[in-house]
């Protein structure tokens, strides 16, 4: 079995000051993260925070070519040389969390732009090679099978800006047949 961990990196480290020193400076926060991804463009999180200043300023095709720029190199860096996935790609490592997180953002914009089905691939992958599931994604892949979109998901299971887990998992386990039966298959 192939595990893909990946190493640690110098702008991951540069990350949390950068947001810190500038995070009421939009101006200066966008050069500062572009920055970190000339200086690493395999560090995806500021591409992540670039997107989604992108998104709130209503430049939505910046903030889709920003994460389907980070799932590119996502995938440079997980895929081996013959460009097979790795069998694992696990949260409890901690570097791997930024090429989870890219990848899961990646599977929400695709719902929210109706590609239910290439979001349902993408969230199915991550569950495959992450299956402790500590993001989740087990909850988007019921949520697009019983047929919700984005922002009703949203609407209905955040409180207070947050995720109210226990709502989820009590609506996941009401509902989970429908998922187990998908991620058989």
């Given amino acids: ?25 939009i101006p200066k926060l966008i050069k500062a993260l ?3 991804i000339d200086e690493d463009p395999y560090y995806l999180e500021p591409y992540i925070f670039l997107a989604e200043i992108m998104e709130n300023e209503g430049n939505i095709k910046e903030a889709q070519k920003l994460l389907f720029q980070a799932y590119e190199k996502a995938l440079e860096l997980i895929r081996d040389e013959k460009g097979n996935l790795p069998d ?3 949260w409890k490592h901690p570097t ?5 997180k890219a990848l899961v953002e990646v599977g ?21 090679l992450n299956p402790s599931d500590e ?24 409180k207070e800006g947050e995720y109210d887990k226990n709502s989820l998992e009590s609506w ?4 989970k047949e429908k998922f187990e039966s998908f991620i058989v298959s």
């Fill in 96 to 100: 791997n969390r930024h090429i989870i």
């Fill in 88 to 90: 694992r790609l696990e």
């Fill in 135 to 158: 993001p989740g994604v087990r909850y988007y892949i019921l949520g697009i099978l019983e047929n919700m979109s984005f922002e009703e998901f949203e609407s209905v299971f955040t």
């Fill in 1 to 25: 079995m192939r595990e893909f961990v990946d190493k640690e990196r110098e702008a991951a480290k540069k990350l949390p000051q950068v947001i810190k020193t500038y995070k009421f400076n």
């Fill in 34 to 36: 572009k920055e970190l």
């Fill in 172 to 175: 996941f386990n009401r509902h």
């Fill in 108 to 128: 929400i914009m695709l719902w929210q732009v109706g590609k239910l089905d290439r979001a349902l691939e993408l969230f199915k992958t991550l569950y495959k």
